[in-house]
Structure formats: C-alpha cells, structure tokens
C-alpha cells in the first residue's frame, strides 16, 4: 500500500500534466498501465490519487476509476471561484472510487487550506479513531454523492468557509457523524444519511463555535444519542427538515434518555437560529428538545415557550400503516424554501406528490422532510368524459379512416387530449369498442413502446362488436393497441378518465347492487327501459357510497332482455348523452361490461340507443372522492392465471359451480384491477369475482354462452390479501386473468 503525505505540491509544468479544463485519471487496476510520472491521460493513468492531486490544476477534473486506493491523502492545492478543481468517481455507479476499505482503511482523508474544491461520488473509509474527513481552514470546498464509512465522521475545524455536504452517507462507527467547530462559518450540511452507528452519547451533529451553520433536510440516526447539537458561538443557525431518530435500535427506548435528546441548542447559539419542519422519532424516551437548558418533550411546549417549531412532529411510537392511518407527517410536508435545499434528494430523485396526503409544506408544497423523497407514489383519478379519443371509421385519433390490419398496431397519443394534461399522467381508463372484425381473435391493450403482453382485453368472434373497459398505463404519452387477429378491424375508444398526482382516490365497495330493472332496484317499479329511454340512478349515499363528495362510481353494467340490437350511454346526470357507448348487444344477448362514470348531482345516467326495451342491472365496485389513504398503481399488463396452462391453478378447468382464487403478492393492496376472461364454458351461466372469504354475492362480472370466449375488466375488493371467482354454471370453464394494476395504501 502506498501512504502519501502532503500532496498539493507546486505546479508541475504543462508536459507533465494535461491542460486545464480537461481530465486527469486514476487507475490501479491490473492491465491499466497506470503511472506516477507520467500525464494522466486516459490511455497512461496515474496509479495514485495523491499523484494526480499534486499535478492538477484548476478547473480540471480528477477521474477516479472504480478501485480501492490505500492512501492517505492531504489535498492542499486550491480551484479558482470561476474553474474549481474537481475529484470524480468515474464509474456507472453513483459512488465508488474508494479511498481505503476492503481491509485497507487509511488514516484520513484531510483538505487543508485549500479553496474551490469538488468532491462527487468518492467512497472514503477511514481507520478507527480517525476522522474519515477533515476539512481544515479550507474555503468552498462540497462533498456531493460521497459514502463515508468507519472513522469517526466528517470534521469541518479551523475557520472553514463556505463547505457543503450534501447527498452524502456518512457512518461513524465511534462518535460524532458530523462536527463543525473552530470558527468554521457557512456550513451547509444538507440532504445527507448521518448515522452513528454504535457510539451512544456522542452527537449526530454537533455544531459548536461555528456560526451561520445550515443544517437542512437529513435522516440523522443517533441511538441513544442527542441527534442534533449546537453549542458554543454557533449563533444564526437554521435546522429544517429534518428526520431525527435517537431511540435504541431505531424503535427501542434508551438505559439512559437524558442523553437522547432530538435537538439541542445551548444558550450563547439560540441568537438568531431557526429551529421548524423537523420530524424527532422520541421512541429513545428522550426529550424532543434542549433549548438554552430547558428540556420540552413535545413540540406544543417548545413552540409555546420558544416560538420555534411551529411546524415540527414529535411521536412517542412507530407510524402506523394502513388505509385507515393517520398521515406520515415526513410526506408532503416540508420548508422547499430553506437554505441549502437542494433539486433532488439523496439518491437523485425529484420530489413527488403523494395524492393521499395532503400537501403541507411551503412552495410546492410536497417536498417531504428527510434525506430520502417519497419515490413509490401511487396516482389518483380524475373523472373525464366520456369523449372519443380514437375512431378508425372517422380518423379520430388517427391520421385517416382505416381499418387496423391483421397482426397490426395503434399508437394513440392521449397526453394533453380531450383535457388530459400534457405531462403527469400515469394511466387512462377508456372503454374501447371492437366492431367489424372480420376473423376471430382479441385486442391487447398496453403501454405505449413496450413489448406486447402475454394479456388481452377484449376477445371476438367474426362480424361482432364488443366493448369493454381498459384502464392502461400511459408511456411517452400514449397507449398502444394491438389486433391479434388474422383480419382487419375497426377500434373506438371513449375516454373515462385518467390517473396522476392529483384527483380522486378509490374506495373498493361491495359488490353490491344498485340498479335491476327486473326486481325494482334503484327504480320506482320493476319495468324495462323502453326504446331510446334514459333511466336516473341515485349512486351518493346509497350501498356505502357517501352522500356527499362522490366525482365518480365503479360499476358493473349488465344488459339483459334486449328485443333489438343497440348500445348503452352512462353518463353524468344532466348532461346531454353522449356520442359514446359502453355496452354493445345484439337482440336477445345479455352482456355485461364495468363502466366508470362521473358523477353529478350525486346521480349517473343510463341512454338505451336501440329500437327496443332492456332491462338494466348494475353491481357497484367502488367510489371515487377526494379523501382517502389508498391510491392506484398503474402496471404493465401480467397474466396472473390461465387454467388452460400450468398456472395458479394449474392445468385443470374451473368445475361447475366451482371456485379458484390467486393472491395479491403484496400485503398492502386492498383492491385489484383485473382483465377476466371465460373461454371453453361448457354451459351458459356467469362469473362471479369477490373478497376471498366473503359470501359469494349475488353479482355476476360476467355472463356467457356455451363454447363462447368473453372478456370484462373488473375493480375487486381484496381480502385476507386474495380474491375469488366462482363459476355460477353447470359445467366447466377455462380462465384467464390480467392484472393492469392495483389499489394500495
């Protein structure tokens, strides 16, 4: 191992090392023909840091490649303001360029009186006892996307200017994580994973004698420690956003909680210093706060007596989950205009929006406190239409009226359509209309771009139309339709509505029924709607649905008892009926398909386009509102079982009046979005798809004929983290089941 001292040495002249603005690289790897002496150029690298840190000049950069390098480095040779020198992992990785580790941890890694410097991506990993890094008398100098590992943390000493720590992870093992002192000003710790990982009674930040100190944004882990420290001259401070956790283990309570502490600040640093936003975990049992000597175990004291912490959150147990739970105040909820923040957080990642909490922080007001934004964001609903986004009869959604040809495609374009936004849209739900198709086959319906699936959403015999719901993600702003098929066929799709980062959120309801026309349900008297007839079903405040506050119901809509061939509206109450349809029959045929519809007046509308009477029934899946803890998951279409194959169920039919069940494959979902399809039935009959565990419910999804393949989407509660279908017929079936998503908190 080599060991470097000082390396800042005078400039060595321009043949023997590359021109500024360009790159010096590092590389010890075997075959890199590396060497000390000569150029650090790509092609002839320099084996050591510390050779290419006393050749370089401003405003070049150092490019390290990935290795591990045992050295003990004091960079003392300064950037300019305007071309600063740089040290760069080079490497498809975020971090790695190590500096020690793998058994070969150095004594420190010291940046010493020198100014305008970058550190982006190094992993350093210091001996025991040592500090990983220290900043000595240096003046802007930023630690960007470092792993610091071992030692005993970062030390920014000595009436250091200007330095930045951000997006950084840094583990001590044995003290303080970050310390900043000796008249050091302008620190900006920010966006880091402080952690101590075994020193109890230490700090996870200490400031002391160090004024102008901006501590925003971490996740700062100091068992039974005090989390945030400032001590000493360290006036004029902000602490914001952060997350600090001192318990035991991360959940446990401390031998000791006068020592665990979330954030202290000492009498002679209190002038001028800003303590709000901050999260403190108080499972240590320790006080929430230490201010000018006076302790206070929650946030409503210390605001009382302080004015501090207007808007800090201080919790005695663990968050809980679930679609019922309280809001994770992390979430949504931080300052966005505290110094020292930056664009993304720890791993690069923007800020999103999370629709099931509201948005309580400042700016945009979903910026979420921590080091680590909330990536894994669900989408919400926003009821649109309906309104046709693709005829190919017409050349809506299309450059002309054609037909699609056999094995063909459509790329329909749907952001920033029919008022769906431009950008943000996650998924579209639509009811997509197969007519004139002149061979059998079925159409899959995907995201835009990817391969086709292994699913269908809609199967056909020659010469008949067929509709159903599709609720598809949205890829580069468009959805994709493919015509498996052998013949060509004409598509139409009505628009119902699209997900994003604002709107409604779901609630999973039933299956329960709201409208027969047969029975009376939902209507004054048993009686058929007649030829070109509308009927008016009150949905708010019926079967569990709110009275107030509903934009839209999920519903399964079934035709039965046609006398002529013809078409289905549901639209909102009050509005004219629209050029749309959502079911499809021929005389005689009963025929279901799931519609979601906006609702208005706390009522929807159903049109029957034919010559002849119907009779109507719909089965309620779910409503839509603005409150709610679930949220929509849009997927890539994945075939979840095929019983004709050996799959979930294996290879064997459904038995008459039989039933089969899959699960859910994640234990937060409390509903499934599901592409269903019937094929091979031996008799007529109809599928039944619910809670597993439940009663089988007096609903069908689907209905069918002997021999025939039919599909439908359909919205089903989750139960027990499963879901069942039951084959209400006297023979066997063959299913088939998609999955396009989920509702999960």
């Known amino acids: 191992m080599t060991l470097l001292g000082a390396v800042g040495l005078p400039a060595v002249s321009a043949s023997g090392a590359a021109a500024a603005g360009s790159s010096l690289y590092v590389?010890?790897?075997?075959?890199?023909?590396?060497?000390?002496?000569?150029?650090?150029?790509?092609?002839?690298?320099?084996?050591?840091?510390?050779?290419?840190?006393?050749?370089?000049?401003?405003?070049?950069?150092?490019?390290?490649?990935?290795?591990?390098?045992?050295?003990?480095?004091?960079?003392?040779?300064?950037?300019?303001?305007?071309?600063?020198?740089?040290?760069?992992?080079?490497?498809?990785?975020?971090?790695?360029?190590?500096?020690?580790?793998?058994?070969?941890?150095?004594?420190?890694?010291?940046?010493?009186?020198?100014?305008?410097?970058?550190?982006?991506?190094?992993?350093?990993?210091?001996?025991?006892?040592?500090?990983?890094?220290?900043?000595?008398?240096?003046?802007?100098?930023?630690?960007?996307?470092?792993?610091?590992?071992?030692?005993?943390?970062?030390?920014?000493?000595?009436?250091?200017?200007?330095?930045?720590?951000?997006?950084?992870?840094?583990?001590?093992?044995?003290?303080?994580?970050?310390?900043?002192?000796?008249?050091?000003?302008?620190?900006?710790?920010?966006?880091?994973?402080?952690?101590?990982?075994?020193?109890?009674?230490?700090?996870?930040?200490?400031?002391?004698?160090?004024?102008?100190?901006?501590?925003?944004?971490?996740?700062?882990?100091?068992?039974?420690?005090?989390?945030?420290?400032?001590?000493?001259?360290?006036?004029?401070?902000?602490?914001?956003?952060?997350?600090?956790?001192?318990?035991?283990?991360?959940?446990?309570?401390?031998?000791?909680?006068?020592?665990?502490?979330?954030?202290?600040?000492?009498?002679?640093?209190?002038?001028?210093?800003?303590?709000?936003?901050?999260?403190?975990?108080?499972?240590?049992?320790?006080?929430?706060?230490?201010?000018?000597?006076?302790?206070?175990?929650?946030?409503?004291?210390?605001?009382?007596?302080?004015?501090?912490?207007?808007?800090?959150?201080?919790?005695?147990?663990d968050v809980p989950k679930g679609p019922t739970a309280p809001a994770d105040h992390r979430i949504d909820s931080a300052d966005e205009n505290a110094p020292g923040m930056l664009p993304t957080d720890i791993n690069g990642r923007a800020a999103a929006d999370d629709p099931t909490v509201p948005n309580s922080g400042t700016g945009s007001g979903f910026r979420d406190r921590g080091a680590f934004e909330t990536f894994n964001v669900g989408s919400a609903f926003t009821p649109a239409g309906p309104a046709r986004l693709l005829d190919t009869r017409a050349a809506v959604g299309v450059p002309a009226a054609q037909a699609v040809p056999a094995y063909g495609t459509i790329d329909l374009p749907v952001a920033g359509v029919a008022g769906i936004p431009a950008s943000g849209v996650t998924a579209v739900t639509m009811n997509v209309t197969v007519t004139d198709p002149q061979e059998a086959g079925h159409l899959t319906v995907y995201p835009h771009g990817d391969a086709v699936p292994t699913a269908s959403v809609l199967n056909w015999p020659a010469g008949r139309t067929i509709a159903n719901q599709v609720t598809v993600r949205v890829k580069d702003g468009k959805v994709s339709f493919y015509n498996a098929s052998g013949g060509t066929v004409h598509l139409i799709a009505d628009l119902a509505g699209y997900y994003g980062p604002k709107g409604s959120l779901f609630h999973p309801q039933g299956p329960d029924r709201l409208l027969d026309t047969r029975a009376p349900v939902g209507v004054p008297a048993a009686q058929a709607v007649p030829a070109y007839g509308t009927v008016d079903l009150p949905v708010a405040g019926v079967a569990g649905v709110p009275a107030s506050g509903v934009t839209a119901v999920t519903m399964n809509v079934t035709v039965t008892d046609p006398q002529a061939d013809g078409h289905l509206t549901v639209y909102p109450h009050g509005d004219k009926a629209p050029d749309a349809s959502n079911l499809n029959w021929t005389a005689g045929r009963t025929i279901p398909n799931l519609v979601t519809v906006p609702v208005k007046d706390g009522k929807v509308s159903f049109y029957n386009a034919s010559g002849g009477t119907v009779h109507l029934i719909a089965d309620l899946a779910g409503y839509y509102s603005a409150e709610g803890k679930v949220s929509y998951w849009p997927e890539d279409p994945e075939r979840r079982l095929d019983t004709r194959i050996v799959w979930g169920a294996g290879s064997r039919a459904v038995p008459a009046w039989g039933t089969v069940t899959i699960d859910t494959r994640g234990s937060n979902v409390t509903a499934m979005t599901l592409n269903v399809t019937v094929t091979e039935p031996g008799a007529d009959g109809h599928l039944t798809v619910y809670p597993h565990g439940d009663a089988v419910p007096t609903v069908s999804n689907l209905n069918f004929l002997p021999g025939e393949t039919i599909s439908n989407q359909v919205v089903v509660p989750v139960k027990d983290g499963k879901v069942s279908f039951y084959n209400a017929s006297g023979a066997p079936l063959h299913l088939v089941v998609d999955e396009f998503g989920v509702e999960s908190y």
């Open 27 to 317: 590389n010890n790897a075997a075959g890199a023909n590396c060497t000390d002496s000569g150029s650090g150029a790509q092609s002839a690298p320099y084996c050591t840091i510390g050779a290419a840190a006393a050749a370089v000049q401003p405003g070049q950069t150092v490019e390290i490649v990935d290795g591990t390098y045992g050295e003990n480095l004091t960079i003392t040779r300064s950037g300019t303001a305007e071309a600063p020198i740089t040290f760069r992992a080079h490497s498809s990785w975020t971090s790695y360029g190590t500096i020690g580790g793998n058994g070969k941890p150095v004594d420190g890694f010291v940046v010493k009186g020198a100014d305008h410097l970058r550190f982006e991506g190094l992993g350093i990993s210091a001996a025991a006892g040592t500090p990983t890094v220290t900043v000595d008398g240096a003046h802007d100098v930023s630690f960007d996307k470092v792993d610091l590992d071992g030692g005993s943390g970062i030390h920014i000493t000595n009436g250091s200017v200007g330095v930045r720590i951000g997006r950084s992870t840094v583990n001590s093992p044995a003290g303080s994580v970050v310390v900043v002192d000796g008249g050091s000003t302008g620190t900006v710790v920010t966006t880091n994973l402080l952690q101590n990982i075994r020193t109890s009674g230490t700090e996870g930040v200490l400031v002391k004698d160090a004024p102008n100190t901006v501590v925003v944004a971490n996740t700062v882990s100091a068992p039974c420690s005090r989390g945030i420290v400032l001590d000493g001259g360290s006036a004029g401070a902000v602490v914001e956003n952060n997350v600090v956790n001192t318990a035991k283990g991360g959940n446990a309570a401390c031998a000791t909680p006068a020592a665990a502490t979330g954030i202290t600040v000492g009498a002679s640093a209190a002038s001028g210093t800003k303590v709000d936003y901050n999260l403190i975990d108080r499972r240590s049992a320790g006080a929430g706060y230490d201010w000018a000597g006076t302790t206070y175990a929650t946030q409503q004291a210390f605001t009382a007596a302080t004015g501090q912490g207007a808007h800090d959150w201080v919790h005695l147990t």
